[in-house]
Each structure stands twice: as C-alpha cells, then as structure tokens.
C-alpha cells in the first residue's frame, strides 16, 4: 500500500489496513485522530503525556477489536469515532480513580507547602536583613534607604551629602558591602 491519507480511504480499507499492520495506515489514523484526543484531555484537567498514554491504551483496544473481527463500521468515520469515544471513556476512568484524587490532592498539598515553606524562607530573610539593617551607621542607613526605597537618584544624594557623584556610589557600595558583611556573621 502506497501512503495513504486516512480521509481517502474507506472504513473498510482502513480496518484492512490497521489488521495488517500497515505502518502508512496506522500512522494516518494516529495523525487524525490523536489531536483530538490530546485537546480533549488537555481541556480535562491532563497534560501532554497522560494524552499519549490514553491514546496508546485506547489504540490498542481498537486494534485488538479490529484484529479479532470484533468491530464492525456503521458510517464512514465509525473507527476514528470508536477510537476518540475509547479514550474519553478512559480518560474519565482515570480521573475518577481514586489514584488520580491522590495525586491531585498531593500536587495541591505540596504546592500549598512549598508556597508556605517560600513564605517563611522570604520572612526569615527579611527579618535578618532588617536586623542587619539596625547595626549599620546612620548614615549608611540614610543612604541605602533613600537610594533603594525612596529610589533617590546618585546624583541627587551627591548634592545632599556634600559628595560627588562617584562618591555617592563608592559610600553606597561601601555600605552594601558593610550589611552584607553583618548578614554573612
């Protein structure tokens, strides 16, 4: 058989085709009709993965259907129909599963605890850098927090200061390196 297009060939062709293993057939069937059950399942709470999955488990039905005479086409799209309804039904087989609650649940229960355990991570480090904070001169204080809060410009703290621009810059980097230096201790 030449490669084929699945929307030229008739159901029985495609039956003939799948019963004997015909790659060109297979592969065409699996291009029109994988996309639909991939859409489906992502629509449905799935991913990319669990989709092939599906589709694999719901093909090898239809197949053994089709290899043991069992299917038998009522219109023209009646095995892409069988194959899609296949892997809907276990697709929804799966999400009924109590496997698929536990995972959900654990998913939803880390996510929840990996939010908390940031939370807490994020309030510790700002209450070691506000005590840090504390331990610095008051005018490295002034300084960082006019620069990184009230976002004053280096310029603009050179004039208030007295200093020059590259002085400003230099007594800022000073004064990082000053509460770096009391967070690393």
């Keep these: 058989m030449p490669k084929v297009s699945i929307n030229h060939l008739s159901q029985e062709e495609l039956i003939q085709g799948i019963k004997e293993n015909h790659k060109d057939t297979i ?25 092939k999955d599906i589709f694999q488990e719901a093909f090898m039905v239809a197949w053994q259907k089709v290899k043991t005479g069992e299917f038998h086409p009522q219109n023209a799209t009646a095995m892409q129909g069988f194959l899609f309804q296949v892997s809907k039904n276990k697709w929804l087989d799966w999400l ?7 995972e959900s649940s654990l ?21 070691k850098l506000e005590k840090a904070f504390q331990k610095l001169g008051e005018s490295c204080q002034e300084l960082l927090q006019q620069f990184y809060y009230q976002k004053v410009s280096l310029e603009d703290l050179a004039e208030k200061f007295g200093w020059t621009t590259q002085t400003a810059k230099n007594n800022k980097y000073r004064c990082m390196e000053k509460l770096r230096k009391i967070i690393k201790n």
């Design 107 to 127: 998913d939803a229960n880390s996510m929840d605890v990996a939010d908390s355990e940031e939370e807490i991570l994020q309030e510790e480090r700002l209450s």
């Design 96 to 102: 009924r599963s109590s496997r698929f609650k536990r």
């Design 27 to 51: 592969a065409a069937f699996y291009t029109e009709v994988f996309p639909k059950v991939k859409s489906y399942i992502l629509q449905n709470s799935g991913d990319e993965d669990q989709a």
